[in-house]
């Protein structure tokens, strides 16, 4: 079923944005009695379907990968880079989208409204196109020409618009109303941290539990989903305790901290002031002990470099972690001997020819 | 040990790169007597290590990821994509590079010397500056200039010559023998295919033996990998036959094939006319009923855009295998019902800011 995190009304487990009293929902599926006799034998994300609510049947194609982890001991602490940039269209949105098309397809929806120029909208201009669903995609008209072919190749309807962001997702708002077309707003849809959610159980079996997990926090779509997966554990009987999560935020666009009045350029991913999730993510720190961190360009800058240096070719809003976590170890917040997990996000290849 | 493809000559199992009689050398390294006992528990390329000659302590990082495999109806035939372009640095290199690595850590080499601007050079720079080796590529200098400065950040020593291809190839070798470097050319290098062998062992897992390998045949690492892969799965008992394999080639760089007198641009990644493991490819042909195909620009084009379509975001040389197919598949070399293996190499991430 579909759970309102608000008002905790209950829907059955269709597609969905919203409960009616306005709150998110989140999916709260039958759990198997124990995770490791519920894993598949699948070298790739199929290895979880059991614990994700749709059927074999309609996940689609291309499968996203179980996605290495990478060990470096930073100063004291020992950390887990989970290179979550490995998968089909180079970002973890892979998961989320594969979960949620796949949601689509059961349900008989042919044709679907986003608004995003970012990697949701290649993501899902990639799954979509290939389970053969019409992708409406609304970007700004300031999108990277060489993004927006991209996005044609991918078999998407671009719809583009003059206009700020805000104006962006109205358009794609009464676009979908105007003509009764789903709109799947991956801020909103509780699907897509089914998908999300996996990351836990893979960095699980790599590592056990960390003592922290440090992700980006824009609309908490990874956040979240790293929660929900650990939280699943945890109720499966599989661990006792779930690891500290930090919320990494940009400078200027923060949500859960304080908001600085120098707004980053680098980490345009997380530039999401308003995220409709706001309050999930801030019972998410209370139930950890866990603390945001807010981290502006010279940092992110820096952590880049660090990354590209140690083999890791990720986009700059990735770097926030690390920078993050620098930040952590000299005020202390993370102690000596910490086992600390930082996914990476998105890819940096992207970057090449244009750098 | 290492043997000599020519001669049959036997070498300890150290790096080197020719047999004294000039023959390319592979490692023949003790198998364990069965496939699946010899599996670890990793979910990334360590589930492998058992079958490869190099020992845990000194496996670099990041490790390579298992690929998604990707099936999908073609016509009449039911072909299996595999997604190699979800590596670290973006293709299938790193696997090889990966082995390479680990092997000159065992040996204590700190410094080599490598001629290359592609996916190789990439790949080399990566692991070898994460692993605290300079890695001295040599690169021509009508390199893109994107490419050269991510090789810097990965922390390579570039050295940019002014010349064609040879001249840069020379350039590396008459460095290396003046400086007493290890020079680790790719092409010649017996450990890179024994990382490139492990795609036939995760393919074999995910779809059983395929009836066609179809694969890209320039200098022949992934193309002699896969064979060697298969190969060690029916020396194991694991498999009573080969796959046919198809070696896919770019016209007018042709070296298996006729040469055709219109050179092809767009598959770079294969453009090379005298590839030193040219006899050893020839033979795989014979062992298993094999043939060499050669596809030309228009027919690369034309399979890029329609891979792009289904998702998979590769580079040009990648669509080199499924404009192959089509022409096999036309031809009637490839019967009604096969089950075709098709390795997608590098990564179009690459291509977006440009293209």
Redo the contacts between chains.
Sequence with gaps: MLVCSKCGREYPERFRLRCDCGGTLLVRHELPPGFSDALTGH???RRYVGLLPVSEEHLP????????????DIGDVTTF?K?EY?????SFKDRGTWVTVAKLREEGIPEVVLDSSGNAAISLA??A??AGITAHLFVPAHT?P??L??LR???AELHIVNGDRMTVHWDAVRFSEEKGLTYVSHWLNPYFIEGTKTVAF?AY??LSVPDYVIAPAGSGTLFLGLWKGFSELKIMGEIDELPTFVAVQASGHESLCKRSSVKSRLAEGIAITEPPRLEEMKAVLDETGGICISVGDSEIEQAL?WL??????VESTSATVLAALWKLQESGFIPSGSRVLLPLTG?G???????
């Design positions: 070298l790739d994300m194609e291309p499968v996203p990968a179980i996605t290495p982890l990478s060990k470096l880079f290179l490995l998968q089909p269209t180079g990639a799954f196109g290939r990277n060489g993004k072919r991209l190749k991918l078999g893979e079996e790599q470099e590209w240096g140690r083999g890791f070719i890819s290849l992207k970057m090449v020819e244009g750098i």
